[in-house]
């Protein structure tokens, strides 16, 4: 698990269990750092075309191999929520992109990823030709009444704020 804190990466000393300012957390055993650990921001896009279709992507890795999920990832390290969205369809569908709205924000837990917190946008998609790439095996378009169920609840948590709040705008 990502989120198994073994040593303390101040002074490399094991960490420890220990109850601190206010819940169980890692701390050293030696030099008495609090290993804060916090949730992972990743971002989702759903991306509609004109025919009122959701772009989905095909999962290449555990966990849910082979299952669809809407484009997205983590975010990384001086980059926007705006940004990284955008450049995540890139990598996974080869699509340019501009994002419109925030649809909403929904914590989960990714498997090994422990806990991350999922930030949800509208995203026009460019026309260009679609390739899946990255950590995608498979990318298309569906019919909203007929698509496959996604392979992350957060994912249709986001999708359910989309239909309740943007859908048909
Ligand atoms: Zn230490």
């Known amino acids: 698990m990502r989120t198994e804190l073994n040593y303390c990466w101040d002074c490399g000393h094991p960490a420890e269990t220990q109850f601190a300012e206010g819940r169980n957390r890692k701390v050293c055993s030696d030099c008495g750092t609090i290993l804060y650990q916090n949730p992972l921001p990743t971002t989702v896009a759903v991306i509609l075309n004109e025919k009122d279709e959701i772009l989905l992507v095909q999962r290449a890795f555990a966990p849910a191999k082979g299952e669809w999920c809407l484009p997205g990832g983590f975010m990384e ?3 926007t929520p705006e940004e990284g969205i955008i450049r995540e ?3 996974e569908t080869n699509l340019d992109g501009t994002v419109k709205n925030l649809i909403g924000v929904s914590p989960s837990q990714y498997g090994v990823w ?3 917190v999922v930030i949800g946008f509208t995203v026009n998609a460019s026309n260009g030709e679609m390739q899946a790439g990255d950590d ?3 990318v298309q378009y569906f019919p909203m009444d007929s698509r496959p169920k996604l392979a992350f609840q957060t994912h249709e ?3 359910h704020m ?7 705008e």
Do not use: P, S, T
């Not at 989309?162 to 048909?168: A, L, Q, S, T």
């Open 89 to 91: 369809l890139k990598e």
């Open 136 to 138: 995608a095996m498979g």
């Open 162 to 168: 989309y239909m309740e709040n943007f859908h048909g």
């Open 157 to 159: 948590k986001i999708m």
């Open 77 to 79: 390290l001086g980059e």
């Open 114 to 116: 422990g806990d991350v």
